[in-house]
C-alpha cells in the first residue's frame, strides 16, 4: 500500500490548512489511517486516526477542537482539516495506514506503510 500526502504550505497563526493523504488501496472504508508530526529535533507524535469499518477518529489532546480527520472513500483520501493553528503545530506531517486496527493506534511503530510527508509552517 502507497500513502502520499500533500497539503502542507505556510500559514500565519490562527489559519487554517487541508492536508490530503491519498491511499492506494482498493477499499479505503476497511482500512485504518493516522497522522503523525515531526517537528525539527523532536520525536515523531500522533497527531489523528481514523479507524477503518467504523469511521471512528481519535486525537491527541494538543489538537481537539482544532483537527479533524476524515476521509472520502470514493476518492481513497484521507483528510486532516486544521484550524486555529499555532507555531507549536509547525512541523513535517506524515500520513500512516495498516489494514487491521490496533488499540495501540498511538504509536508509529504499529504502523506499516507511511507516507513522505508533508512540512507545515505556523508563523506567530
Known amino acids: 500500500v502507497q500513502l502520499q500526502a500533500s497539503g502542507g504550505g505556510w500559514v500565519q497563526a490562527g489559519g487554517s490548512l487541508r492536508l490530503s493523504c491519498a491511499v492506494s488501496?482498493?477499499?479505503?472504508?476497511?482500512?485504518?489511517v493516522a497522522w503523525f508530526r515531526q517537528a525539527p529535533g523532536k520525536e515523531r507524535e500522533f497527531v489523528a486516526a481514523i479507524r477503518g469499518n467504523s469511521g471512528m477518529t481519535y486525537y491527541t489532546d494538543p489538537v481537539k477542537g482544532r483537527f479533524a480527520i476524515s476521509r472520502d472513500n470514493a476518492k481513497n483520501t484521507v483528510y486532516l482539516q486544521m484550524n486555529s493553528l499555532k507555531p507549536e503545530d509547525t512541523a513535517v506531517y506524515y500520513c500512516?495506514?495498516?489494514?487491521?486496527?490496533?488499540?495501540?493506534?498511538?504509536?508509529?511503530?504499529?504502523?506499516?506503510?507511511w507516507g513522505q510527508g508533508t512540512l507545515v509552517t505556523v508563523s506567530s
Open positions: 488501496v482498493r477499499t479505503l472504508y476497511t482500512y485504518s
Open positions: 500512516a495506514g495498516r489494514q487491521n486496527w490496533h488499540v495501540s493506534y498511538s504509536y508509529a511503530t504499529n504502523y506499516i506503510s
